[in-house]
């Protein structure tokens, strides 16, 4: 009986097994791609990286050599998920299993962030993002486009706003995705219709809240590049406060909200009224006042123009020259009193002391003293008469009526200006012809001189 098993079959040592092991590994198993969380992270003085990744029931060993463990864009830390790329192997010192690396990112949402600020900071040095090339809001606009999802929560409450702020506004719905990897394509596609389109005072791109690969989307680099190209204001509103993609840097406005965007879109019908209000109240105020000092300047001028009127001029010096006589005639008929006076005194004195000749003659005086101051009045009452009709004949030889009798017109800017010089009017310029009987509106239709 043969007891030496290793006679009649293959021993192999540890050596030779590992080997063996480590060609099985890599003849069957091809580069391979391994998601995981990072534990046990090691980089001794070789510049080597050494860690497991492990999930939540197994972990596997793992190296990543120098130099490329020098070129990784994040540091390796305990509970980092990761995306690797490498070989399965056998360290055959040891006897173990394990994952030689050539690459390895972040995965999930670290990656994402880092693609993010990556592709942030490149638009942002291309000015893309720059303040000054933002283009204003408008105040007033007529018709809105909304580029969201027609049966998301986001285009309910932008409908619901710009209906209570701005019942005039016209809105249209420009439906397209707003998740997935078709989003984008679609999104600068409807944007460029729209623009090209010239429907639009304004564009609105929203959609509601979700996570960062929710939100992607809006990240495009083409889609940043279609809304700064954009010859319309561009308005966004993605997801929640809190939530910023690269389509809220690029647009014209950025609102926390999709409602937060329509109540920034549109005024408020009641500031309009109130606004509305106020001009009506300032206008009618203006026009109040406006009337008054029209009222007044017209006032001014027709005391100026009455004042001007020879009839005005003539009547004027009639009132002072009756007055002057008036002044005459009282002043005669005082000194008549004191005449009488002094006579009934001196008839008072004689009839005393009986001297009947001396009172013959005084009476004969004052009999005579009568006729002669009343002829006196009459001569100056005469010829302060023909000096008053010979001033009326010379201020009507002067004056201007006198000349329209003669069939000339007087010729008058609304405004009240003469026309004494082909100067003083233009073509086109409207008229007053006062004539003997009335009035003519004339225009001028040209000149000669």
């Not at 006897?95 to 962030?113: C, I, K, N, S, T």
């Not at 561009?234 to 809190?242: F, K, P, R, S, Y």
């Not at 009459?378 to 002067?398: I, K, N, P």
């Not at 006198?402 to 200006?417: E, N, S």
């Amino acid at each position: 009986m043969n007891t030496n098993p290793a006679r009649d079959r293959e021993v192999l040592t540890p050596s030779q097994l590992n080997t063996l092991a480590r060609d099985l590994l890599e003849d069957t198993f091809p580069l391979i791609w391994v998601e995981g969380e990072l534990s046990g992270v090691s980089r001794p003085g070789s510049g080597h990286l050494y860690f497991n990744l492990k999930d939540a029931r197994a972990q596997v060993k793992c190296a990543l050599f120098k130099p490329k463990s020098t070129w990784l864009k994040f540091v390796p830390r305990d509970g980092l998920r990761v995306l690797a790329r490498g070989r399965l192997t056998v360290y055959e010192a040891r006897g173990e299993y394990q994952l030689v690396l050539d690459h390895m990112e972040e995965a999930g949402e670290g990656a994402l962030r880092r693609a993010f600020d990556e592709l942030r900071n490149k638009l942002a040095a291309e000015g893309l993002f720059a303040t000054d090339r933002k283009r204003p809001l408008p105040a007033h606009p007529r018709r809105i486009g909304v580029l969201t999802s027609p049966s998301g929560a986001a285009v309910r409450d932008v409908l619901s706003v710009l209906a209570r702020r701005y019942p005039l506004i016209e809105v249209d719905i420009l439906p397209v995705l707003v998740q997935g990897v078709g989003a984008p394509a679609q999104i600068i596609s409807m944007l460029r219709r729209a623009v090209a389109s010239g429907r639009y005072d304004v564009l609105l791109l929203t959609r509601g809240g979700g996570s960062l690969e929710d939100l992607w989307a809006f990240n495009d680099e083409q889609l940043v590049r279609a809304i700064a190209a954009a010859t319309i204001p561009v308005v966004a509103a993605i997801g929640h406060e809190t939530d910023f993609s690269l389509v809220d840097f690029v647009a014209d406005l950025r609102a926390p909200t999709p409602s937060a965007a329509a109540e920034l879109l549109v005024p408020s019908q009641e500031d309009i009224s109130r606004h509305l209000g106020s001009l009506f109240a300032r206008l009618a105020n203006l026009q109040r006042q406006r009337l008054r000092s029209a009222i007044q300047r017209a006032d001014r001028a027709s005391i100026r123009l009455h004042g001007l009127r020879p009839q005005a001029r003539l009547a004027l010096l009639c009132q002072r020259q009756a007055e002057g006589l008036r002044r005459l005639a009282a002043a005669w008929r005082r000194r008549l009193d004191h005449e009488h006076a002094r006579l009934r005194h001196a008839d008072a004195v004689l009839r005393s002391a009986h001297p009947q000749r001396r009172l013959e003659r005084l009476r004969e005086r004052i009999d005579g003293l009568g006729p002669r101051t009343q002829a006196g009045i009459t001569r100056r009452l005469a010829a302060e008469a023909l000096r008053l009709r010979a001033l009326a004949r010379s201020l009507h030889t002067v004056s201007p009526l006198a000349t329209v009798a003669r069939g000339y017109a007087i010729l008058q800017h609304d405004d009240g200006r003469i026309v004494r010089s082909v100067l003083d009017a233009a073509p086109g310029d409207p008229l007053d012809a006062r004539l003997s009987d009335g009035h003519l509106r004339v225009r001028v239709e040209g000149s000669s001189g």
